[in-house]
């Protein structure tokens, strides 16, 4: 791990139908200052103070190695609809600072789902962006921003541009073009679904990658030609742009829906302790509870899950791109069901970090897939795998099937994909590197797989098997196969790490 990404630190204002039920917004999605971190999260109730203890934090994280990345809403604020408070731009210029319902300047035209759209192509708001932006990057050193809603951000009228002013200046900013910049790819405006439509040096979270590793490992039909295209970092997503797998987060959960550990324990939201009767939240999660709804279930449903998550997590560390994990997701938070808890500032929310003692496995498990990550530039490439033989060494990847040869790509009902990962492809600055193959089984029965040939003069060797018990669920030192091993036994809902070290 080498950077965190917090969510809304800037000034927040809480909705008054969330005051009325006792409720607050707890994630911060409703910015009024752009320019000052949250009193919520000072010690003590002063600006000095605020200012103080942000920096501190920064340079104590980069001190340890981690950078910062901020959730930034320049989408919408805290002024809700026509109907909502003036705190700040309401009164100041209207007008100016809003996109207005054509047939009714009264009301606003809103894409964000909290009743206002800020109006990103005036060239005051660029400015007041711009000037926070900045204000971030030079006074508090923060080392990148993920831009919430990012589709507003590019809006002409109502259609989006990639190259609209305000996109345009941000990464064309000397200081700002330095820092990481990540899209959240989707509003709620007309075809506000615009994965893969940004421009370098953008990168996006990867939402069909969430969607497509959540389908295939709960076992649904026709996921592994998708499978494959996320592994290999989302080309048709990314290329059309120009950018590299690297522009790819890549992510299973996020502060948004599921946790992990819920994503394997409920089919059904339990949101009703948000007050709204059940009905917030997405209905849609590609989640499993493996046999039985809730947190309480037999011995064997309990081990599935614990086998299922490990096999999530090697998933997203073993994929071209950036990978990305929701705090705690380690030690098996859980919101109890709640896909949707921005109002809960409770211990729905709150990180228990006690519950690391009941899945300390899975935390060693996560730890050592993140440090084996680091030790393979193989894994973090900066273009894409192609599969082809072009210069007659071998493939930068090759394909399995359950047989062992090429997958049934068409076959609906295929649920077990293999990958080898050659080696010397792992950057044109590093040296050559052994080779990876990893497996993945998502069906209902264990597949005996046989293993393609090493490297010559090679052998393979067991780096992890979510399916054994830990600590041999990973090696931290890979595992020599016996021999006249030319099968390997990948138990079901299950992942696999070999590796094969070059002469």
Same mark, same amino acid.
């Given at each position: ?27 911060? !999605? ?67 600072? !809003?996109?207005?319902? &054509?047939?009714? &300047? ?18 005051? %708001? ?47 900013? &000397? ?55 996320? %592994?290999?970092?989302?080309? &048709? ?35 009703? +302790? ?179 040939? +090493? ?32 099968? !390997? ?15």
């Amino acid at each position: 791990m080498n950077a965190v990404e917090f969510l809304p630190i800037h000034e927040t204002g809480h909705e008054h139908h969330l005051h009325e039920k006792g409720l607050t917004n707890y994630w911060g !999605y409703g910015t009024i200052g752009f320019f000052a971190p949250d009193s919520r999260f000072a010690s003590a109730p002063h600006k000095a103070s605020q200012i103080a203890e942000f920096k501190t934090v920064v340079r104590e994280l980069h001190r340890a190695g981690i950078e910062v990345i901020l959730d930034v809403v320049y989408n919408h604020t805290a002024e809700g609809d026509h109907m909502g408070p003036t705190f700040c731009f309401k009164g100041i210029d209207n007008a100016s600072y !809003y996109k207005r319902h &054509p047939d009714d &300047p009264r009301r606003y035209w809103d894409a964000t789902g909290c009743g206002n759209t800020l109006d990103a192509g005036h060239p005051q %708001v660029i400015r007041v962006v711009l000037d926070s932006l900045r204000m971030w990057a030079e006074e508090y050193r923060v080392d990148g921003f993920r831009f919430d809603l990012a589709p507003v951000l590019g809006r002409e009228r109502h259609a989006f541009n990639a190259h609209a002013p305000l996109l345009e200046t941000i990464m064309n900013d &000397p200081v700002l073009r330095e820092r990481k910049l990540i899209a959240e790819p989707w509003d709620l405006g007309p075809d506000g679904y615009r994965q893969g439509g940004f421009a370098e040096p953008f990168a996006e979270w990867n939402g069909r990658f969430r969607d497509t590793a959540r389908r295939f490992i709960r076992g649904d039909d026709g996921q592994i030609a998708p499978l494959a295209e996320i %592994v290999a970092g989302s080309s &048709p997503v990314f290329q059309p742009s120009g950018r590299g797998p690297h522009r790819s987060i890549h992510f299973i959960t996020s502060h948004d829906g599921f946790t992990l550990h819920d994503l394997v324990t409920y089919e059904r939201k339990r949101n009703r +302790a948000n007050r709204e009767r059940n009905n917030d939240g997405d209905n849609n999660n590609h989640s499993s509870n493996w046999g039985q709804e809730g947190p309480r279930a037999d011995a064997d449903i309990l081990k599935t899950r614990r086998r299922v998550m490990k096999t999530f997590m090697t998933l997203l560390f073993a994929s071209q791109g950036v990978p990305m994990i929701g705090a705690g997701d380690e030690i098996g938070r859980t919101q109890r069901g709640n896909n949707n808890a921005y109002c809960q500032d409770n211990a729905i929310s709150w990180l228990d970090y006690e519950r690391g003692r009941s899945f300390e496995d899975l935390r060693r498990f996560v730890t050592r897939l993140i440090a084996w990550r680091k030790s393979h530039a193989v894994l973090r490439r900066t273009t894409f795998l192609t599969g082809a033989d072009g210069d007659g060494n071998g493939r930068d990847v090759t394909w399995y099937g359950a047989d062992g040869r090429e997958p049934d790509w068409r076959n609906p009902a295929t649920r077990f994909l293999a990958y080898v990962l050659d080696g010397r492809y792992a950057s044109e600055t590093t040296e050559p590197e052994a080779d990876l193959l990893i497996a993945f089984n998502a069906g209902n029965d264990a597949v005996r797989f046989p293993l393609p040939p +090493a490297p010559q003069g090679g052998s393979w060797k067991r780096v992890a098997d979510t399916a054994r018990e830990a600590p041999e669920d990973f090696t931290v030192l890979p595992e020599p196969l016996p021999s006249e091993t030319d099968l !390997y036994v990948i138990a079901e809902h299950a992942a696999v790490i070999l590796t094969a070290e070059r002469p």
